[in-house]
Nanobody
Framework: VQLQASGGGLVQAGGSLRLSCAAS????????MGWYRQAPGKQRELVAT???????NYADSVKGRFTISRDNAKNTVYLQMNSLQPEDTAVYYC?????????????????WGQGTQVTVSS
């Protein structure tokens, strides 16, 4: 299973970006998908998650500005980021809780994407 993230870039404060992350490989099901971020010198932190049923969870710092969504048919998760601020600058990582095809016990494994840089200038 691989996660491929895209959509990062450089934007001015107040601008918007949309991140995408597609999961591929031998996938039976994906439970939770999400986005995390890591700024220089800081620990990786949760941004937002979404279940297969569409329930969402957001960090307080992004509530009302960011929207997470997913397309289950495409195994893809999106993060629409509006009203971006310099403090949103970080490498953004997608994450997925996956049950691979052929796992007799339907175990779940955590996978990470490669990260995409988001830079917000003031």
């Amino acid at each position: 299973v691989q996660l491929q993230a895209s959509g990062g870039g450089l934007v001015q404060a107040g601008g918007s970006l949309r991140l995408s992350c597609a999961a591929s490989g031998s996938i039976f099901s994906i439970n939770v998908m999400g986005w995390y971020r890591q700024a220089p010198g800081k620990q990786r932190e949760l941004v937002a998650t979404i279940t297969s049923g569409g329930s969402t969870n957001y960090a307080d710092s992004v509530k009302g500005r960011f929207t997470i969504s997913r397309d289950n048919a495409k195994n893809t998760v999106y993060l629409q980021m509006n009203s971006l601020q310099p403090e949103d600058t970080a490498v953004y990582y997608c994450n997925a809780d996956v049950t691979p095809s052929g796992d007799f016990y339907y175990r779940r494994y955590e996978y990470w994407g490669q990260g995409t840089q988001v830079t917000v200038s003031s």
